[in-house]
């Protein structure tokens, strides 16, 4: 096995296993990664548009943003209920009771949802894992399915706060958000506006208590 090839897999090991503790080391966990990626970045002389971030075309961007809020909405009401129905448990979102009826509560969950939901954690997951696992599998079309699912895990994982309805629901949509990233031929742009806005959507409706 070529020498980068053992990297690269100790790199995506690492940064898929960093995630799954997210929950109670949030800021160390993104120093972690952002610590792994930025020497990886600098060693391997890439550019931020080698992980997605290119130019976006407006319709797109309306596009993506419809998709967030839509999906948002159908998570809410259809997906969400129904898991809950099969598995006799609803996901544990009892750590935002707080941002109920409090707008400065309200505001800052947003502007976590946006930064840390939508920026950093689709950079990392669709923008980063995904070309990185796909690279291990030289670029093979299996290879997307493979990266889509192992990152789906890791992510979900990151959310076992939420319970066993939260990790499945997570890992739904995590899925969904592989398959956007395709889609949209591997612009990071787009799935971060359809994760901030499914979040915004979240957010809006715990901060309403619906």
């Given at each position: 096995?070529?020498?980068i090839?053992?990297i690269?897999?100790l790199?995506?090991?690492?940064?898929?296993?960093?995630?799954?503790f997210?929950?109670r080391?949030?800021?160390i966990?993104?120093?972690?990664?952002m610590?792994i990626?930025l020497?990886?970045r600098r060693?391997?002389?890439?550019?931020?548009?080698?992980?997605?971030?290119?130019a976006?075309?407006?319709?797109?961007v309306?596009?993506a943003?419809?998709?967030?809020l839509?999906?948002a909405?159908?998570?809410?009401?259809?997906?969400e209920p129904?898991v809950?129905?099969l598995?006799?448990e609803?996901p544990d979102?009892?750590?935002?009771?707080s941002?109920?009826?409090?707008?400065?509560?309200f505001?800052?969950?947003?502007?976590?949802g946006w930064i840390?939901?939508?920026?950093?954690?689709?950079?990392?997951?669709?923008?980063?894992?995904?070309?990185r696992i796909n690279?291990l599998?030289?670029?093979?079309?299996w290879?997307k399915w493979i990266?889509i699912?192992?990152?789906?895990?890791?992510f979900?994982?990151?959310?076992?706060?939420?319970?066993?309805?939260?990790i499945?629901?997570t890992f739904?949509f995590?899925v969904i958000?592989?398959l956007l990233?395709?889609?949209?031929k591997k612009?990071t742009?787009?799935?971060?506006?359809?994760h901030?806005?499914?979040?915004?959507?979240?957010i809006?409706?715990?901060y309403?208590?619906?």
């Open positions: 096995m070529k020498k090839t053992i690269n897999l790199e995506v090991t690492a940064l898929l296993v960093i995630p799954m997210s929950s080391l949030s800021f966990y993104i120093l972690l990664v610590g990626i020497i990886s060693k391997r002389k890439e550019q931020w548009a080698d992980y997605g971030f290119k976006v075309e407006w319709p797109k309306l596009l943003a419809a998709i967030g839509g999906y909405a159908f998570s809410n009401y259809v997906q129904l809950s129905k598995i006799g609803s979102i009892s750590s935002f009771d941002v109920t009826g409090n707008l400065w509560a505001i800052g969950l947003l502007a976590i840390i939901g939508g920026l950093f954690e689709e950079f990392l997951f669709r923008g980063y894992l995904l070309s690279q599998f030289n670029h093979r079309a290879g990266g699912i192992i990152t789906s895990i890791s979900s994982i990151a959310h076992t706060y939420q319970g066993i309805g939260g499945i629901n739904i995590s958000l592989g990233f395709y889609y949209f612009n742009w787009y799935v971060i506006l359809v901030g806005f499914f979040d915004t959507f979240g809006l409706w715990i309403l208590g619906l």
